[in-house]
DNA sequence: GTCAAAGGC
């Protein structure tokens, strides 16, 4: 069936695809020779021509057809064959289910009547009229009385002695001299983009003054400021400061909200909020009635939640003339987001920070004298040949470099420099050169602290090691060297934050952490790798990366901002200068990063319209392919219909603050009875892992982690296991000896158990769970390890992958990618053989293999039960699931009862989600006795 | 054989 493949250059296929169309071929097989931006081009244009695509192979094999094409073909893939798995259930097995299923209530005459329900949910979401009409003269004198209060209040507190002193620091920012110029043109403007330099004051004094103004104006009672900060930390810290420096106690006229965390009142006029949380209440408030001012702070970042927003304030503006918005943006990139709001004004503000000098590989090579050694697998000597057979991991910035001619580039270098220069390999980190960068510094230059941007975990407890055995840093009573990483058990403590003993300098070796969400403050001197990890997303393959790449201009400004925020300092960038001049202007926006089902979750959710025509209003709208490839997924976990509307489940799913999976999963544990465990797993797999990365000690961290998972095979199993146990030791008052012996952090622990909190109040509106009943009620199957890895298969369907034996270990294989590698922190990571014969996983991410990061080992029934629907087989002999890629075989007798189990299973399932009150427990009891008995009579695996 | 960073009514 499979058509002749065939090369093409890229330059021929539109002539092919164009025959195809005409001739009366069905299908186009190309062998892929191109880059990977061609093949989504093409996709896309292939698409639009009416042609259906499907790349097969790791995208080798790329086939445009007449016709729907499966999402998987065993004819065009050399990787492996999918084989038959085979069913056994034993005759006492079969007996106990069939008798259950005869047992059970015949539910099928009822569901008819959920119809009805479905269609009065597809009104609105919400509608909450803001009951202006009820305005009587006496909520007028209410409103005017608290106005001229408000205004008494500022005045009085104006007066005060330390009010004077906290003026006069202000009135020093650099954005203080633009008050006036700011307020007249928000008067003036509908929208206004305001560019500054960290420092300059703008996110503590622009809200400020239109909090201020209003006030004096008697329109106190009436104005309601909100700004966006894109982190937790800075929206409390900003509200906190601003609190003081009015004068007033943190919740009063100004505010902050985040998720789980309010300091807000009735009087708050100036709230700071995360804009995960202002997009939450735009389901609620869809034109943000009462909202008087909006500022956008941090824009330039570009992450996806405020490019969302973006998109719905451009619409939402010509429906809200008065509501006034106002961007804030660093200063490169203002210019774009003026251009995208019809030409803006812009108001840009100095900076303020000392000035720091700028040293970049060559400078670096002349003073230190470090000798860079030409890389091994990459090297004979000889310049000439390097060029010719650059590696094959080199990027095009390090190609770049490669051309450079080094004797004319560098001519006024010296020759040492020169041959550094010429052996220096831009793919790999030279720790030795960072390290003796270090030492420069600390032998030659004034005190200060010394702040290393490294890529990730390796490098930081490498160039630990190497600072440890250095006779000169090594020192420990002149220099505190500490790691600084996301996941180290550092980052809570204060250490950071504390200075160091006088005599004492202080070594920070950070990840990205530094640039922007930890401050250091008395940072003097910054030694930039140029690098940090970066996600991408491939589309094609429909694969996450997370590869260590080269940073943008924008972020090494950031980065040597980090030096000058005390006195004049200086950066040291490990890369060429011709290397800076040519990196990217920015950073690619997350939203073309990512895989966005989360998002269109959300704009199906805001009733946005469709979701591609609404997603290519973005500033940089992502690729189609992307978009297509989340509403696939939206389609398969049931939450959007043929038509991409919300179903019922999706609607659900909208609720709840989550990835679809994980929500998926959520509500599948409430449905079956292992409430208490789908909220744990939940919260983890939606925050972050408990566990955290000792940089010593991590063998013993390990060890604990698959101590809690048992025997269970299972990454989610050993999550659940530690969140139980901890909350043990907090209820015996012993927290923190138990985490710190468990390698566990207590604060993201604590943060699980407020989602866990919140989640349930989620489940209880949308009517899932009754909170009178108690936590006994909605876990029967909690302690059921077999059940909880059903409802995680459930949820997190179709990210399965085939466990298969290949001699005395086993290989595994995804349908998507092929062959994949279980993440070596997982505690599936080097076990051989496993008891069944599919994981199930939450997180798959190309690093320097495609790695599994967190798997869950399941049965067949786990997957025939709860996975995805099930298709009978072409040869017409077996069960077919994920599009062709699984294949199970087994008697007739089993195959049929298999179906008619898993057809009352989804029945009931269907009818719960349609009226979420249902008892599940008292109507389908035997239907879910009979699914348990399944999942307890596992098949051997073969 | 490995672990960028953020975020949610």
């Known amino acids: 069936m499979a058509g002749e493949v065939e090369k093409l250059d890229e330059n021929e296929w539109w002539s092919r695809i164009q025959q195809l169309k005409q001739g009366s071929q069905q299908e186009l097989i190309i062998k892929r020779n191109f880059g990977r931006d061609g093949q989504n081009t093409l996709a896309n244009m292939a698409q639009n021509q009416g042609l259906y695509f499907h790349a097969y192979n790791k995208g080798k094999a790329l086939v445009f057809s007449k016709v729907p094409l499966p999402d998987y073909r065993a004819d065009l893939d050399e990787r492996h064959g999918s084989t038959q798995n085979e069913i056994k259930m034993s005759t006492e097995t079969e007996r106990r289910v069939v008798n259950l299923l005869a047992r059970s209530k015949d539910t099928s005459t009822q569901s008819s009547s959920t119809s009805t329900f479905t269609r009065a949910e597809k009104q609105p979401l919400s509608s909450m009229p803001i009951s202006r009409s009820e305005s009587s003269s006496s909520f007028d004198t209410m409103k005017e009385k608290f106005s001229s209060e408000l205004r008494e209040l500022q005045n009085s507190k104006k007066a005060s002695l330390s009010a004077k002193a906290m003026l006069a620091f202000r009135e020093k920012l650099p954005a203080y001299k633009l008050k006036d110029e700011f307020l007249k043109a928000v008067a003036d403007n509908q929208v206004l983009v305001v560019s500054g330099e960290t420092g300059c004051g703008k996110t503590t004094q622009l809200p400020q003054f239109i909090l201020e103004q209003e006030i004096e104006h008697l329109r106190g009672a009436d104005c309601s400021i909100i700004c966006t900060q894109p982190r937790r930390i800075s929206a409390i810290s900003v509200a906190a400061r601003i609190a003081s420096e009015r004068g007033e106690s943190l919740g009063e006229t100004v505010g902050y909200q985040i998720r789980l965390e309010a300091k807000r009142s009735e009087r708050t006029r100036l709230l700071f909020c995360t804009t995960g949380v202002l997009l939450r209440r735009l389901v609620q408030e869809p034109d943000l009635a009462g909202v008087s001012h909006l ?4 824009i330039h970042e570009r992450g996806i939640n405020e490019d969302f927003l973006i998109i719905i304030l451009r619409d939402l503006l010509p429906r809200r003339p008065d509501l006034r918005l106002i961007l804030m943006s660093a200063t490169l990139n203002a210019d774009l987001f003026s251009r995208y709001f019809g030409n803006a004004p812009v108001i840009h503000i100095p900076g303020f920070t000392f000035p720091v000098a700028e040293l970049f590989l060559e400078d670096i090579l002349e003073k230190t004298r470090y000798k860079i050694k030409p890389e091994f697998d990459n090297y004979q000597g000889n310049s000439r040949r390097r060029r010719r057979q650059p590696s094959a991991k080199s990027d095009p910035l390090t190609e770049m470099f490669e051309d450079v001619d080094v004797d004319i580039q560098y001519k006024n270098y010296s020759l040492p420099t020169r041959q550094s220069l010429e052996a220096w390999a831009g793919g790999q980190l030279d720790l030795g050169l960072v390290e003796a960068t270090i030492e420069h510094i600390c032998r030659h230059e004034g005190d200060g602290a010394i702040l290393v941007f490294l890529t990730g975990w390796d490098e930081i407890s490498k160039l630990l090691e190497k600072i440890k ?35 004492m300098r202080q070594i920070v070796l950070a990840t990205n952490i530094a640039e922007s969400s930890i401050t250091i403050d008395d940072v003097v ?41 005390v006195q004049p300092g200086e950066c040291y960038r490990l890369y060429p200068k011709v290397l800076h001049d040519a990196m990217p202007q920015y950073q690619l926006p997350e939203i073309l990063r990512t895989p966005l089902q989360e998002l269109c979750l959300n704009i199906k959710s805001l009733q ?48 709840l603050p989550l990835d679809p999976n994980i929500g998926k999963m959520l509500l599948m544990g409430s449905i079956f009875q292992c409430l208490d465990p789908a909220l744990t797993i939940a919260a983890a797999l939606a925050h972050r892992d408990p566990f955290v990365l000792p940089i010593n000690r991590k063998e013993e961290a390990d060890a604990v982690k698959r101590s809690f998972a048992g025997d269970s095979c299972s990454d989610h199993i050993a999550l659940l296991k530690a969140f139980e146990a901890w909350k043990g030791a907090k209820r015996s008052g012993r927290e923190r000896a138990f985490c710190w012996e468990n390698f566990l ?137 994920l599009g062709g890629y699984l294949h199970f075989s087994a008697p007739v007798s089993t195959l049929h009862l298999i179906q008619r189990l898993r057809g009352e299973l989804d029945k009931l399932l269907q009818r719960k989600i349609e009226v979420p009150a249902l008892d599940v427990l008292s109507e389908g009891i035997d239907v879910v006795a009979a699914a348990v008995e399944l999942l307890h009579s596992q098949n051997v695996y073969q």
């Not at 500022?295 to 941090?298: G, I, K, M, R």
């Not at 055995?469 to 996301?486: A, C, D, E, I, R």
């Open 745 to 881: 952090s207590p604060i993201t622990l604590q943060m699980m158990d407020d989602m866990r909190n919140q989640f349930l109040d989620l489940l209880s509106d949308i009517g899932f769970v009754n909170k009178s009943k108690g936590a006994k009620a909605y876990n029967h199957y909690g302690d059921d390890m077999e059940m909880i890895c059903a409802v995680l298969c459930a949820g997190l369907y179709p990210n399965v992958i085939q466990c298969k034996r290949r001699g005395k270990r086993t290989a595994f294989y995804s349908k998507d990618v092929g062959k994949v590698d279980i993440h070596p922190s997982s505690v599936n990571a080097g076990v051989h053989l496993f008891p069944l014969p599919y994981m199930i996983y939450s997180d798959k991410v190309k690093t320097s293999s495609i790695y599994i990061r967190d798997s869950t080992n399941i049965s067949d029934y786990a997957l025939l039960l709860f996975g995805g629907s099930l298709m009978p087989s072409k040869s017409g002999e077996g069960i077919e699931m």
């Open 525 to 565: 001197y910054v030694i930039d790798c140029g690098k940090a990890k970066e996600t991408s997303y491939d589309a094609l393959n429909k694969l996450a990366c997370l590869l260590p790449s080269w940073i943008s201009k924008a972020s090494a400004h950031q980065r040597r901002g980090r030096a000058g925020r």
């Open 608 to 655: 946005l319209g469709a979701i591609a025509a609404f997603l290519a209003k973005a500033l940089q709208p992502p690729d189609p392919l992307s978009v297509k490839n989340a509403i696939e997924i939206l389609k398969t976990i049931g939450a959007l219909d043929d038509t991409e509307e919300l179903t019922a489940l999706g609607r659900h799913l909208c609720k």
């Open 295 to 298: 500022l956008v702070d941090e």
């Open 469 to 503: 055995v250095n006779t000169y840093l090594g020192n420990s009573s002149k220099f505190l060297v500490l790691p600084l990483h996301g996941s180290m058990p550092t980052v809570n403590q204060r250490e950071i934050f504390d200075r160091p003993p006088s005599n």
